[in-house]
């Protein structure tokens, strides 16, 4: 079905599969069996993780495709998590100006988020995201069958996002989620909810001139905890602990605020507790982590703003927080 | 003025200029002097010419930025001719997912062609504008005054363009250029009815979904000989040269094809000669040619495709050309 839906949409000849070694080895042997079979179709297998988001990795790929002789109506297909999706939507973007590709994500972050959404990047010198474009993909495919060998940890660091998209956006979706939370079974019942949230924001706002900074509820305070324990914890704390961290944290500032009433603020911070991880926060000073939230992209001349939720399925963005709120928030949890 | 219309149009407190070492000598000294006091501002400097679109400068470029943490807000200006804006239009659109920039052409090219329309690239490995995208300048400033140091081969490179945009879309501009060329002396009257016919195509299709092809007349051929110059001769054939040529074998092909008549095709032939530069193809086979204008962004499927005019002031895009006409028309030239 894919096979044909591709060949309707658009008039390719080639394809090129960019995944890691990972996806080279679970995913691509299930992918290669239903792509078209009379275009010519070539792989391009990355190092796994965060190492692969470098100009260096653009470069080869760029030199892979140009040796393939792909033109402007040709097809890059993503197989793979973030870091796959976020390469290769900026090397598409930037060939020949722009050729079409599609995100197949292996992950439960990449099909919930990275997959979605059009934002690409790499890095430039450990400045994470620093060069990239905003490009769409033709489409995004979704199959479970590719969630199948993916480690419990990653599933985890999905349900952070999962959990976000119901607090800014599906108050319904956040019901359901408080009983069972996102597993493996209800995972593909719920999967057009959660797309639903991020699909409906990036069509407000595609280039982040407002509005779609809703998404980083959570992100201010979970990144800047992230930082701390990759710099400080010999056995750091995974991205999907630290921004359900960062989303406890935020709601007691908006609480704080008065932005939040006591009740959902409770709530949300018992749901999360229960099915992703309660606020560990005692070993990085307040000093150390105020420091981190003012690198904040959202931040700018030492002033902190947030993306905050004023009740469950409805969010804020460009909230100025003074630092005494944060400093009494964090000490809630000490 | 420039100062007030930026400071009044953007909201942003720094800004870089690009520039080239024979712009930073001839024009920033110049542009200095008009830019906004109360902003941070500094330059890079890149080598003159081809050599500069690449990733790696690209890449020097974006540190400089990051160096100086430059944000969403801030400014790129670019100051030079074809190559400064094709660089610096990728680097803006690229940096933080895309920042604002203005051209300030300093060159004919620049003023007429590479400084308009939102189309940047840099080289891959010989390979002419392989990674780029579209990205339009919050404004293109053109000043005369620029132009008093720019050396005459690259007044030549601009001509090409400028005899180009006569032959697509402008009849009585390419009877005006027939008798005097275009000249130092007779550019500031001309350079509005030169602008207008590429910016009317820009306007109707800004990311070359068709129409804006015909933008691309003389450059298939065009750019084929002048890679194969790049790769084969120890002093190149310029920009100007190559797409001179590739109008002239290009309208042969169209005579060929009998989409153009015998005394219109004889009489661009004889003015381009006269005003450009007579076809020099010997040193190139027919088959190397023919592999480089495959490579082409219109062609795809080993279809070669080219825009050629169908009159003087009139072109068409997307005409499929066999093989075989190619070779009888390089053969012509031979």
């Not at 080895?25 to 990355?46: A, E, H, N, Q, T």
Request: proline residues 3%; negative net charge; glycine residues 8%.
């Amino acid at each position: 079905m894919f096979s044909e839906w591709l060949k309707a949409s658009i008039d390719f000849s080639k394809l090129l599969v960019l995944c890691d070694e990972n996806t080279f080895r679970d995913c691509w042997p299930i992918l290669k069996g239903i792509l078209p079979s009379d275009v010519l179709v070539d792989f391009f297998k990355m190092e796994v993780g965060e190492v692969s988001k470098s100009l260096s990795i653009c470069n080869r790929i760029w030199e892979k495709m140009t040796s393939m002789k792909m033109d402007r109506k040709d097809l890059l297909v993503n197989l793979g998590g973030g870091v796959v999706c976020d390469v290769g939507g900026f090397v598409a973007a930037s060939y020949l100006r722009g050729i079409s590709f599609v995100n197949v994500p292996t992950s439960l972050m990449g099909m919930v988020d990275a997959g979605l959404g059009g934002k690409n990047g790499i890095d430039l010198n450990h400045h994470k995201n620093r060069i990239g474009s905003f490009a769409f993909p033709i489409a995004t495919v979704c199959d479970p069958v590719f969630l199948k060998t993916l480690p419990d940890i990653e599933w985890k660091n999905g349900c952070a996002e999962v959990f976000k998209h119901a607090l800014i956006g599906d108050a319904v979706l956040f019901e359901t989620l408080s009983v069972d939370g996102c597993t493996r079974e209800n995972f593909t019942a719920l999967l057009h909810s959660i797309q639903s949230v991020k699909l409906k924001v990036v069509e407000d706002d595609p280039f982040e001139d407002g509005f779609r900074k809703v998404l980083n509820f959570g992100h201010t305070v979970g990144h800047a905890i992230e930082s701390a324990s990759l710099k400080k914890d010999s056995t750091p704390l995974s991205h999907g602990e630290a921004i359900a961290m960062g989303m406890i944290i935020e709601n007691e500032i908006m609480f704080q605020l008065g932005g939040l009433d006591a009740s959902s603020n409770n709530n949300c911070r018992e749901v999360l507790e229960k099915h992703l991880t309660k606020v560990k926060i005692t070993s990085y000073s307040d000093d150390d982590l105020l420091e981190w939230m003012q690198y904040d992209k959202k931040s700018a001349n030492g002033i902190i703003r947030m993306s905050l939720i004023t009740s469950i399925g409805s969010c804020s963005w460009n909230v100025e927080v003074p630092q005494e709120i944060i400093r009494k928030a964090l000490q809630s949890f000490r």
